[in-house]
């Protein structure tokens, strides 16, 4: 709140009790002139405030999400409908979450469906995916990590106020990377060696975010999984599994999610170049989109674990 608008903000006042103690016409359309200008000044000034505030934060996407939050008014979840009745206990409201969230595909798909998935023909969820590669690729080796790459990886982490069930934030554990690095090297290295992730890693908070519709319908909300700082460290095994994928060509070249150099960007535009290209030639152009509800929760963990 700037001098300025503090001095208009009064004048307003005062404009506003000469108004209703006037019957003057000029002096109403002069008021109503004045309170457009200042909400107009005021709303600038609140722009450059937040722009301010996001070019000198470190995590711009973080704090222009709390700034959207803080605007829309967020509230926490206290109340649900639950088969018709209302229900504002915590841990009832939590139960039913975890419930909701825990059961997606088999009220979208249904278990019979799910189980004919992890039953395809000739046997073998990867049928599909033997069937249709033209040649077999190499297996891949992992290597092991050494504490330049722990410590590299820990830097690159974005600091933020989220944190897992360990209540450890990534300020701290950037700050203690130094001391906690060599043990984090010897948990990494031997689950590399056995094949397994840690299960004490695999914890995670869920917190149910509201997308659109009833508030109170828990349908409508989406689950975000907040995992401990450490386990973010144990993201080696996808740098290594991203580099063996793109050495041996693995994905196709119109796969465009979850890859490095890669966004909907470059999805977009590869799109949009072969549809005015194809307008070029004179060619007809016709397009099938299709909107997957919940596709992430749908997959079948069995046949993922086993491609």
Known sequence: MSKG?????T????????????KNPKLKEHYKLYCKL?????????ILQYKKHILTTYNKARTTWNIVKS????????????????IQNQQTTANSFNDHFSSI????????????????????????????????????????????????????????????????????????APFISSPLIHIFNKSLELGSFPSRLKYSIVIPIFKTGDRLNTSNFRPISSLISSSKTFEISYTRINAHVALNKILANE???????????????????????AM????????IFCDLSKAFDCVNHRILCQT
């Not at 307003?12 to 103690?21: A, G, I, P, Q, V």
């Not at 200042?38 to 609140?46: D, H, Q, R, T, Y």
């Not at 605007?71 to 209302?86: Q, V």
Request: aromatic content about 8%; overall charge positive.
């Open 38 to 46: 200042l909400s107009k000044v005021i709303k600038e000034a609140k």
């Open 105 to 176: 595909a088999e009220k979208l798909m249904g278990a019979n469906q799910i189980d004919k998935m992890s039953q395809l023909k000739n046997g073998a969820p990867l049928h599909y995916t033997l069937r249709n590669c033209r040649y077999p690729y190499p297996n891949i080796k992992f290597r092991h990590t050494s504490t330049e790459e722990i410590e590299k990886i820990i830097k690159s982490l974005i600091t933020k106020n989220a944190h897992g069930y360990d209540e450890i934030l990534i300020t701290i554990l950037k700050w203690s």
């Open 11 to 22: 004048q307003k006042k005062e404009l506003y009790f000469s108004r209703r103690n006037s």
């Open 255 to 277: 796969h465009y999610g979850f890859r490095s150099s890669l966004s909907t960007d470059n999805a977009s535009y590869t799109l949009i170049h072969e549809i005015l290209s």
């Open 71 to 86: 605007k829309t008014g967020k509230e926490e979840i206290s109340l649900l409908n639950i088969k018709g009745k209302l």
């Open 280 to 287: 070029n030639n004179k060619h007809t152009v016709g397009g």
């Open 5 to 9: 608008i503090e001095i208009s903000i």
